[in-house]
């Protein structure tokens, strides 16, 4: 097995939602605002390699919505999915699982594409499989008002009408459950139902793509929890749980939305489970 970080691209999001009540006078600290108080967010996915196997997780907002849509998120940098796996040495079309922790469309816009005349919409991995699960499937494709902006039609539908829609099966009877895909699964409810938080098992070492978990380095205290989550309680429970373990067993965070910071684990303090070290990807596993 072999993985890759693949940037797909940054924007900005305001940084009073990312991090619900915690004052701002605290989250800059760590997650500085620009003018209009947005701060840096990434789309950072990961690429298994696996055998016969070419696994993607997540793979960012794509590019077919309209200006005005892109106008909300303030895009920067230069990152692309094309241009990443192209400096990796695949294609698109070189992948055979596209697995979305969540239907949100900062995790699972690239999944469509307009079709060659703009007239519709097309899967924009033909040779893939698409996962998520039945609970969320059918929460995103009957949203609430919360989260409706979120869950964007032209996203889903189309993976279904391809014939390329999978379901990942559920017991229920683990804290990490076994999945097709070579990789655990921890299920958590709180900032959507249902998000899938996978952790996987690379050169002896626990790697745990946080997805919208932990979003970034400045939400890794109990009570920094996005005012995006639908049922905040449930997270800080979800959270208090993950932090223990993940501490107890040093576990590596990757991190999909911090523009800046790749892995990280955390420690035990007398204030609660906190950041230990930063790492890059390439510091850990590819080191000169």
Same mark, same amino acid.
């Given at each position: 097995?072999?993985?890759?970080? &693949?940037?797909?691209?940054?924007?900005?999001?305001?940084?009073?939602?990312?991090?619900?009540?915690?004052?701002?006078?605290?989250?800059?600290?760590?997650?500085?605002?620009?003018?209009?108080?947005?701060?840096?967010?990434?789309?950072? !996915?990961?690429?298994?390699?696996? #055998?016969?196997?070419?696994? *993607?997780?997540?793979?960012?907002?794509?590019?077919?919505?309209? +200006?005005?849509?892109?106008?909300?998120?303030?895009?920067?940098?230069?990152?692309?999915?094309?241009?990443?796996?192209?400096?990796?040495?695949?294609?698109?079309?070189?992948?055979?699982?596209?697995?979305?922790?969540?239907?949100?469309?900062?995790?699972?816009?690239?999944?469509?594409?307009?079709?060659?005349?703009?007239?519709?919409? %097309?899967?924009?991995?033909?040779?893939?499989?698409?996962?998520?699960? %039945?609970?969320?499937?059918?929460?995103?494709?009957?949203?609430?008002?919360? @989260?409706?902006?979120?869950?964007? #039609?032209?996203?889903?539908?189309?993976?279904?009408?391809?014939?390329?829609?999978?379901?990942?099966?559920?017991?229920?009877?683990?804290? *990490?459950? @076994?999945?097709?895909?070579?990789?655990?699964?921890?299920?958590?409810?709180?900032?959507? %139902?249902?998000?899938?938080?996978?952790?996987?098992?690379?050169?002896?070492?626990?790697?745990?793509?946080?997805?919208?978990?932990?979003?970034?380095?400045?939400?890794?205290? *109990?009570?920094? &929890?996005?005012?995006?989550?639908?049922?905040?309680?449930?997270?800080?429970? %979800?959270?208090?749980?993950?932090?223990?373990?993940?501490?107890?067993?040093?576990?590596? *965070?990757?991190? +999909?939305?911090?523009?800046?910071?790749?892995? !990280?684990?955390? #420690?035990?303090? +007398?204030?609660?489970?906190?950041?230990?070290?930063?790492?890059?990807?390439?510091?850990?596993?590819?080191?000169?």
């Amino acid at each position: 097995m072999t993985i890759y970080p &693949v940037e797909t691209g940054n924007f900005k999001l305001d940084g009073g939602a990312m991090f619900g009540v915690v004052p701002k006078s605290i989250w800059t600290r760590t997650n500085p605002a620009d003018a209009n108080n947005m701060i840096d967010i990434a789309a950072r !996915c990961l690429l298994i390699e696996d #055998k016969e196997r070419l696994i *993607l997780i997540d793979n960012g907002m794509g590019n077919k919505q309209s +200006e005005k849509f892109f106008g909300y998120y303030y895009q920067w940098g230069n990152h692309t999915l094309d241009s990443s796996l192209k400096k990796l040495g695949f294609h698109r079309d070189d992948i055979t699982d596209v697995f979305m922790t969540h239907l949100h469309f900062d995790h699972c816009g690239g999944s469509i594409q307009w079709n060659s005349d703009k007239t519709g919409y %097309e899967p924009a991995f033909k040779n893939a499989r698409f996962w998520t699960n %039945e609970n969320h499937w059918d929460w995103a494709t009957n949203p609430n008002a919360r @989260e409706k902006a979120s869950f964007l #039609k032209e996203n889903l539908l189309p993976m279904q009408e391809s014939g390329q829609l999978n379901f990942v099966q559920r017991n229920d009877t683990a804290f *990490l459950e @076994e999945s097709e895909l070579g990789f655990d699964i921890l299920f958590v409810d709180g900032h959507t %139902e249902k998000q899938m938080i996978p952790h996987i098992r690379y050169k002896e070492k626990y790697i745990v793509f946080m997805a919208d978990l932990i979003p970034t380095v400045g939400h890794i205290p *109990l009570p920094y &929890v996005m005012g995006y989550d639908t049922r905040p309680l449930l997270t800080l429970n %979800e959270k208090a749980d993950f932090l223990n373990t993940v501490a107890e067993n040093k576990y590596l *965070l990757f991190f +999909e939305h911090d523009a800046h910071n790749e892995l !990280c684990t955390l #420690k035990k303090t +007398e204030k609660g489970v906190r950041l230990d070290k930063l790492f890059s990807f390439n510091e850990i596993f590819n080191p000169q």
